[in-house]
């Protein structure tokens, strides 16, 4: 997906997303705070002390209110291609985060400067064959003994792939498999330490969401987090 696209869909993104979703009888917060929960059970798990935080990828923001509640201290740098995306972000969550256009092939930071780096359903949104590029990118920004920590949609979950199908901000969206993006992580210099598999029950059954964390080695989730260490 190119700048001018997201720029495009910026406005309407919340009310697709959450009508495109609508099947789970999950609102799209349920979905990004999952993340930000299981980023910071991450973080505590590999032992460390998220206080520079970089979202990839950050949209309209829709993170920032988890991000918030799970990293209190944190500073967190929202970076996007898209203009409209990153304004819209700061005009729905006001704060102290900062806004970081993503111009060119290269991220507009210096070396070594997160303790983690965070994305969430980006990847495939860019073409696969850009991916190694941006994983280099990701490893140069992150400190040394900091995390990667990738969200994405399951190719190999048939309700997941309907929803990307029918989804209309989705349209030139290319799925990933677990085991691809792993060895992308791996080419470009990160140490893979894990793949969770995630969301398997809809909210009918939500009475069996916590069996979940015995379930991340299924490979039927909706979505799956790729883990690494640079």
């Known amino acids: 997906m190119k700048e001018t696209e997201f720029d495009s869909i910026a406005d309407d993104y919340h009310v697709q997303h959450a009508r495109n979703i609508a099947g789970s ?32 990828g950050s949209g309209i923001g829709n993170s920032i209110p988890a991000m918030r509640e799970h990293f209190p201290a944190a ?3 929202c970076a996007d291609v898209s203009q409209r995306s990153l304004d819209l972000s700061k005009s729905r969550y006001p704060g102290a985060e900062v806004a970081a256009l993503i111009a060119g092939e290269t991220l507009p930071f210096e070396d070594e400067t997160f303790d983690l780096a965070f994305s969430a359903c980006v ?11 941006w994983l280099r990118e990701l490893r140069r920004v992150t400190k040394r003994g900091g995390l ?8 190999w979950n048939p309700l997941t792939v309907r929803a990307v199908n029918t989804c209309p901000f989705d349209v030139n969206a290319r799925l990933i498999a677990a085991p691809a993006l792993k060895a992308s992580v791996a080419a470009a210099g990160y140490e893979p330490l894990a793949t ?9 059954l939500a009475a069996l969401r916590p069996l979940e964390k015995f379930m991340h080695g299924l490979p039927v989730g909706a979505q799956y987090c790729a883990i690494a260490r640079r």
């Open 148 to 155: 990667l920590v990738i969200f994405e949609h399951n190719p």
């Open 196 to 204: 969770w598999y995630r969301i398997f029950f809809p909210r009918a």
């Open 75 to 77: 500073s967190l740098t």
């Open 123 to 133: 990847f495939h949104h860019i073409p696969h064959e850009e991916h190694a590029g």
């Open 25 to 56: 009888g999950e609102s799209p917060e349920y979905f990004h705070n999952y993340k930000i929960a299981d980023a910071a059970a991450i973080c505590r798990r590999y032992g460390v002390e998220a206080q520079a935080i970089l979202d990839f």
